[in-house]
């Protein structure tokens, strides 16, 4: 995406009209040719009557297409297409079109301009005219074309806007029901559920009642059924599977102790000596011999963030943060040689750790927006949280490969975040678990991103 105002060529209108200007303004006649032509010389012909230009009929938001039903797809020439002044802007728009859409359920949906043969933007709406939130937002997902992904709430109307970034052309707007978003069913699926973890065959997750609920429970589900994993009268929260064990964090009163269990013998076991202490342990993941976890200290008032090797003990502090107004530090995932966490100092950032090279980066935050709860793969691909300020606010799930360049991939939607991911690999690429949690009331459920 372009960083600046003239990384891209004027946009091809400006310049027509300012070639138009020039030529008229040195052939126009003097007050002398005003009164007719010298004797002997023609007249010049009289200039040509040229058509007026017509926009296409949904040019204006008042005049969206009506998208009835999906998927949905349409071929549109955008060339005479304008820009209102009380347009929202996504990125820069020129030469836009409105669509409109009233899903009768709630469901994930992608839309794309991928077959436009020209520089395209696209944006989601909800809102009335001059007053529109913005949903989602795309410039260049797939080369020069756009592709956004939010999570459609049943009855309310979405507005895509699709622009050029250089005058009009030929557009292709698709818009489909996205199959790789989906609720996971988990067990008592009415309940609030949160912190994700998954191993091929086996996901985990903290269930609460919707009201009145006193412990958060913690269950595993593999192919053979549901099984409850921490103690009676205590909170239990998922953290990451190893090799037949899960490892998750159980809260009984004031002290917080990170825990093992097999979900084969369904037992529970300790960790080795050095990972509990008097303090408050949490957010337990594992990778091999690895554990990541976090530590506050109620004495020192600080936030800490500690690799551990189980195997010879060894143990490195990633991170620590003294407490104050939206000051943290908190661990993300391990996975193989790669750790993720993140740092609020009030700005959020994310941090990447490769374990064999003893190296830390911070991921790329260019637009300065809020980056947190990380998680990661073997390849050190980041998959993480973007917002604005405040719970909802224009909240992405992106992700940034080791390297290369971020991709947001989905939109939670207005008035909906997300408190913890979880990256698991597999055959058919990177399954990415992540909440989605209603900012008025709480309301959370668990559910998977497939990235291939």
Same mark, same amino acid.
């Given at each position: 995406?372009?960083?600046?105002?003239?990384?891209?060529?004027?946009?091809?209108?400006?310049?027509?009209?300012?070639?138009?200007?020039?030529?008229?303004?040195?052939?126009?006649?003097?007050?002398?040719?005003?009164?007719?032509?010298?004797?002997?010389?023609?007249?010049?012909?009289?200039?040509?009557?040229?058509?007026?230009?017509?926009?296409?009929?949904?040019?204006?938001?008042?005049?969206?297409?009506?998208?009835?039903?999906?998927?949905?797809?349409?071929?549109?020439?955008?060339?005479?297409?304008?820009?209102?002044?009380?347009?929202?802007?996504?990125?820069?728009?020129?030469?836009?079109?409105?669509?409109?859409?009233?899903?009768?359920?709630?469901?994930?949906?992608?839309?794309?301009?991928?077959?436009?043969?020209?520089?395209?933007?696209?944006?989601?709406?909800?809102?009335?005219?001059?007053?529109?939130?913005?949903?989602?937002?795309?410039?260049?997902?797939?080369?020069?074309?756009?592709?956004?992904?939010?999570?459609?709430?049943?009855?309310?109307?979405?507005?895509?806007?699709?622009?050029?970034?250089?005058?009009?052309?030929?557009?292709?707007?698709?818009?489909?029901?996205?199959?790789?978003?989906?609720?996971?069913?988990?067990?008592?699926?009415?309940?609030?559920?949160?912190?994700?973890?998954?191993?091929?065959?086996?996901?985990? $997750?903290? /269930?609460?009642?919707? !009201?009145?609920?006193? *412990?958060?429970?913690?269950? +595993? =589900? %593999?192919?053979?059924?549901? &099984?409850?994993?921490?103690?009676?009268?205590?909170?239990?929260?998922?953290?990451?599977?190893?090799?037949?064990?899960?490892?998750?964090?159980?809260?009984?009163?004031?002290?917080?102790?990170?825990?093992?269990?097999?979900?084969?013998?369904?037992?529970?076991?300790?960790?080795?000596?050095?990972?509990?202490?008097?303090?408050?342990?949490?957010?337990?993941?594992?990778?091999?011999?690895?554990?990541?976890?976090?530590?506050?200290?109620?004495?020192?008032?600080?936030?800490?963030?500690?690799?551990?090797?189980?195997?010879?003990?060894?143990?490195?502090?990633?991170?620590?943060?003294?407490?104050?107004?939206?000051?943290?530090?908190?661990?993300?995932?391990?996975?193989?040689?790669?750790?993720? $966490?993140? /740092?609020?100092?009030? !700005?959020?950032?994310? *941090?990447?750790?490769?374990? +064999? =090279? %003893?190296?830390?980066?911070? &991921?790329?935050?260019?637009?300065?927006?809020?980056?947190?709860?990380?998680?990661?793969?073997?390849?050190?691909?980041?998959?993480?949280?973007?917002?604005?300020?405040?719970?909802?606010?224009?909240?992405?799930?992106?992700?940034?490969?080791?390297?290369?360049?971020?991709?947001?991939?989905?939109?939670?939607?207005?008035?909906?975040?997300?408190?913890?991911?979880?990256?698991?690999?597999?055959?058919?690429?990177?399954?990415?678990?992540?909440?989605?949690?209603?900012?008025?009331?709480?309301?959370?459920?668990?559910?998977?991103?497939?990235?291939?």
């Amino acid at each position: 995406m372009p960083g600046f105002a003239l990384t891209k060529p004027l946009p091809a209108a400006v310049v027509a009209v300012a070639l138009a200007v020039c030529s008229s303004a040195a052939a126009a006649p003097g007050r002398g040719d005003a009164r007719g032509s010298p004797q002997g010389l023609a007249l010049a012909e009289p200039p040509a009557v040229v058509a007026a230009a017509v926009p296409p009929a949904n040019d204006e938001l008042a005049t969206a297409t009506v998208i009835g039903g999906l998927p949905f797809s349409e071929a549109l020439s955008t060339v005479e297409a304008t820009t209102n002044l009380d347009d929202p802007v996504c990125v820069d728009d020129d030469a836009s079109v409105w669509y409109a859409y009233t899903p009768p359920t709630t469901a994930w949906l992608t839309a794309d301009t991928i077959g436009s043969d020209y520089d395209t933007t696209l944006g989601a709406y909800t809102g009335t005219p001059g007053d529109l939130t913005e949903v989602a937002c795309n410039d260049d997902a797939v080369g020069l074309r756009s592709r956004i992904s939010f999570l459609a709430e049943a009855g309310v109307t979405y507005y895509l806007l699709a622009a050029g970034w250089d005058g009009g052309g030929n557009l292709v707007l698709s818009l489909a029901q996205a199959g790789p978003f989906a609720k996971i069913p988990v067990k008592a699926s009415q309940a609030r559920e949160i912190t994700p973890a998954a191993a091929v065959g086996w996901i985990a $997750w903290a /269930r609460g009642a919707r !009201r009145n609920f006193r *412990f958060w429970e913690l269950f +595993a =589900q %593999g192919s053979e059924g549901t &099984v409850r994993v921490n103690r009676a009268r205590t909170h239990g929260f998922a953290g990451g599977f190893d090799d037949g064990t899960l490892v998750y964090q159980e809260v009984r009163g004031r002290q917080s102790n990170l825990q093992r269990f097999d979900l084969l013998r369904e037992t529970r076991s300790g960790l080795p000596a050095g990972v509990n202490t008097r303090h408050w342990e949490w957010h337990p993941t594992i990778s091999g011999d690895w554990l990541l976890f976090g530590r506050s200290n109620r004495a020192s008032r600080t936030d800490a963030v500690f690799l551990r090797n189980l195997a010879d003990g060894r143990t490195i502090l990633l991170d620590r943060r003294r407490w104050g107004t939206r000051r943290i530090a908190e661990p993300g995932q391990v996975n193989g040689d790669y750790a993720v $966490w993140f /740092r609020c100092t009030p !700005r959020c950032d994310v *941090f990447l750790h490769d374990i +064999a =090279q %003893g190296t830390t980066t911070k &991921v790329p935050n260019p637009q300065a927006r809020q980056q947190y709860d990380p998680s990661v793969t073997s390849d050190g691909t980041v998959y993480f949280v973007q917002s604005g300020r405040g719970c909802g606010t224009s909240v992405r799930l992106v992700r940034q490969p080791l390297g290369g360049s971020a991709e947001v991939l989905t939109s939670l939607g207005a008035g909906r975040d997300s408190f913890h991911t979880f990256a698991l690999e597999h055959g058919e690429g990177t399954s990415v678990f992540f909440e989605s949690v209603r900012c008025s009331n709480g309301a959370s459920d668990v559910l998977r991103l497939v990235d291939p």
